[in-house]
């Protein structure tokens, strides 16, 4: 089942804004995670955040993580066409070799 | 990390058929997933498979309906029974690398007419 809600469901921006999404769970977590689809293709994966670290930064991307209100967020900054695709985030239960609990996802169009 | 290969990439199945899809890990793993992944939805797990037990099934998940096999630490297959057109997702595995990291396998997109 789903861990909790993304959102919004759905983002449309202009190329060259920034786009945040964000994600909530339900329950303790060792890390959360952040992937990209294109079009149903693969998972690419994107960032991980551990539980004890509070905010994360890769390139363009910024993931924050509030274990206090489990959630966290996704910023992509001066956001490119080639950025449209679904966002999931993902949960890894904190006792490890468990599978992640995938969020349900916002899809985003970054229009040219 | 982990390089898992998944096949078939895409099918067409008429109704009624099964088929098998096959992922094979470059590395020995406790644990393989499976996923669906149903159109315009998230993924959702279907199973966990250990080597040498029973693969455990979520809420809603049959093994008549979607028997796995487990042979070894290396692979593990997925068989969609007797399909239907509902049946039409992306089914997906993934291992548990070490480091709390995962790889997924690349999908198998199937259709069922």
């Known amino acids: 089942s789903q861990q909790g809600e993304e959102d919004p469901q759905a983002l449309s921006i202009q190329e060259g804004e920034n786009a945040t999404m964000n994600c909530s769970y339900k329950t303790s977590i060792n890390n959360l995670q952040w992937y990209r689809q294109n079009s149903g293709r693969g998972l690419v994966h994107l960032i991980l955040i551990r539980s004890n670290e509070r905010e994360k930064h890769s390139g363009r991307l910024r993931v924050t993580l509030d274990t206090s209100k489990k959630s966290s967020s996704l910023l992509i900054t001066a956001s490119r066409a080639a950025d449209t695709a679904s966002y999931f985030c993902a949960t890894a239960d904190i006792s490890g070799n468990t599978p992640l609990v995938f969020g349900k996802g916002t899809r985003l169009s970054v229009i040219a | 990390s982990a390089v898992i290969s998944q096949k078939p990439s895409r099918d067409i199945c008429q109704r009624g058929t099964s088929l098998t899809i096959q992922c094979q890990v470059d590395?020995?793993?406790?644990?393989m997933f499976w996923y669906r992944q149903q159109p315009g939805q998230s993924l959702t797990l279907i199973a966990t498979?250990?080597?040498?037990?029973?693969?455990?099934?979520e809420s809603g998940f049959v093994i008549d309906k979607f028997p796995i096999s487990r042979p070894n630490l290396t692979f593990s297959t997925l068989t969609v029974s007797n399909m239907s057109p509902e049946d039409s997702s992306i089914y997906l595995c993934s291992v548990a690398d070490r480091g709390y990291g995962y790889t997924f396998g690349s999908g198998t997109r199937l259709t069922v007419v």
């Open positions: 590395s020995q793993v406790t644990m």
């Open positions: 498979a250990n080597q040498g037990s029973e693969a455990t099934y």
